[in-house]
């Protein structure tokens, strides 16, 4: 094997920093175990040493920069490259989904009932809270009036896995103004421990597996290097970890064989089952009062372009549960695409619509192919789920506490075809490497890759089905189950 080796030897790899990876290596750290914590991105250290970024830290607007730019078509799928992952991303929207998600995997260890107890930890260490009605901004307490005289129940309870339809402020993973990601949460209390060595810039290439343990290949500062460990855990997102299975020869054989890749382990689901939960919006143009107000808050104060946020349930949820978000937006500076507008962003928590991802390439570097297959289901049923939010999204609109202060329509996404002309993303991808019960599932129920004996996921792609959930406390969670798991 070429490039240099490391001369230690680790009881765990963790490969990706990020939602996941900082809560499953805190816990292998605090289990005593030598853990090395591979990020491609870089590692600005804790959040005391004030080396953040500004936009990684300021929660009023999602950031852009340290992005892995991986798209399709019209789609750019914004992924974090950096430690803390998409949560040093995101607009620190804070959720848990229904507990009826988590019993529909229908695995042991994961019901609602099993997690219950773990998102209790996680939303007091990613320091969740609800905004109060002091601190919500001129556009979202009248989105919130709007919503009242809907007859809309009014709850901030997007961390309650009992809750239901509603509408209210967020609750959320801020302090102050800051995002507090999980990089804070979990990494900055184990950084000091001599058990955790950190290499961060690192590009993972491929590992492999054989009876003396894992030995994982990857590039940092342009040289190639190559660490050994007992066990290794993929923890590179829903995108990055089946690349790394396919590039280590964990796969469809066909694919495999295609890109002269050897055969480790066939596992023709790996890549597959990709979904997110399929948005749209409804729009109107901001009214000159509205924006003069908007801008002088923005100024002067902390106005978060999210705020407020509503569950609903549309004609075909026939479990009488949410299977809708609309969560109204605006933009705060005069540079965002959404400026001099305002949306009510929809949602189908529900999604039936399956994609897959395929490397390319045995490159790294490589874009590989994604296809997501947005409202793709034969049913319709993506869609049919959006048009009733649409609806629903146009009536808060035209409420009159929120009319009065706004002008026209600028699209239109009322019709089947509009819809599917500007349907986009939630960033809630999952599902690429599935677990289940069946042997032919990638994972089985404890996140261990089937075929092997010391490779373990512990990421977004293990979900088998998406929960009516932002998906950055669920995927905190499952890095803090994994490491239950892999430390019994």
């Not at 848990?96 to 019901?111: A, C, E, I, K, Q």
């Not at 190639?224 to 993929?234: E, H, I, K, M, N």
């Not at 529900?350 to 590989?368: E, H, N, V, Y």
């Amino acid at each position: 094997m070429t490039g240099t080796n490391d001369s230690k030897h680790y009881d765990f790899i963790v490969v990706g920093g990020g939602s996941a990876g900082c809560a499953v290596t805190a816990g292998l750290i605090e289990a005593g175990l030598k853990v090395a914590l591979v990020e491609a991105g870089p590692d600005y250290g804790a959040y005391t040493d004030n080396h953040w970024p500004a936009d990684l830290t300021d929660a009023r607007e999602l950031a852009n920069s340290h992005d892995w730019n991986y798209k399709a078509g019209r789609w750019i799928f914004q992924r974090a490259r950096v430690m803390g992952g998409c949560s040093s991303h995101n607009g620190c929207i804070a959720a848990v989904g229904h507990r009826s998600d988590y019993d529909n995997w229908r695995l042991p260890g994961w019901t609602g009932n099993d997690v219950d107890p773990l998102f209790k930890q996680v939303t007091e260490a990613m320091r969740v809270r609800a905004y109060q009605p002091s601190e919500a901004g001129p556009f979202h307490a009248k989105c919130v009036d709007a919503a009242r005289n809907l007859g809309w129940h009014i709850a901030s309870d997007l961390c309650d896995l009992d809750g239901n339809e509603g509408f209210g402020l967020e609750t959320v993973n801020i302090v102050g103004t800051t995002r507090w990601n999980s990089a804070f949460a979990y990494l900055d209390a184990v950084r000091h421990r001599p058990e955790l060595t950190i290499f961060d810039q690192a590009l993972v290439n491929y590992f492999h597996e054989d009876n003396s343990g894992v030995t994982l290949t990857l590039t940092r500062n342009g040289q190639p290097r190559a660490l050994s460990g007992d066990q290794l855990v993929l923890s590179a997102g829903v995108y990055g970890t089946p690349e790394i299975l396919q590039r280590s020869g964990v796969g469809d054989p066909a694919l495999l064989r295609s890109l002269d890749i050897g055969v480790q382990v066939p596992s023709a689901r790996v890549g597959t089952n990709l979904h997110d939960h399929p948005m749209v919006h409804a729009d109107r143009r901001i009214g000159a009062g509205l924006q003069s107000w908007l801008n002088e808050a923005s100024r002067t104060g902390f106005v978060p372009e999210e705020q407020t946020l509503g569950k609903a349930v549309s004609s075909l949820a026939s479990d009488g549960l949410f299977d809708l978000h609309l969560f109204p937006v605006f933009a705060s500076t005069q540079t965002s695409r959404l400026y001099g507008r305002v949306h009510v962003e929809v949602a189908c928590m529900t999604p039936k619509s399956r994609g897959s991802l395929q490397i390319t390439s045995k490159d790294p570097q490589a874009m590989s192919s994604i296809n997501h297959n947005y409202l793709g289901d034969d049913e319709g049923h993506d869609l049919a789920v959006l048009k009733d939010g649409v609806a629903l999204a146009n009536r808060l609109l035209d409420e009159p506490a929120l009319s009065s202060l706004l002008g026209e329509s600028l699209t239109d996404t009322t019709t089947e075809a509009g819809i599917r002309k500007h349907v986009e993303h939630y960033y809630h991808p999952v599902g690429t490497c599935a677990m289940g019960l069946e042997d032919d599932d990638v994972c089985d129920g404890r996140g261990r890759v089937r075929g092997l004996q010391r490779v373990s996921v512990a990421d977004a792609s293990l979900m088998p089905q998406v929960p009516r959930a932002n998906t950055n406390l669920p995927a905190v969670m499952i890095g803090m189950q994994i490491a239950e798991f892999l430390t019994a």
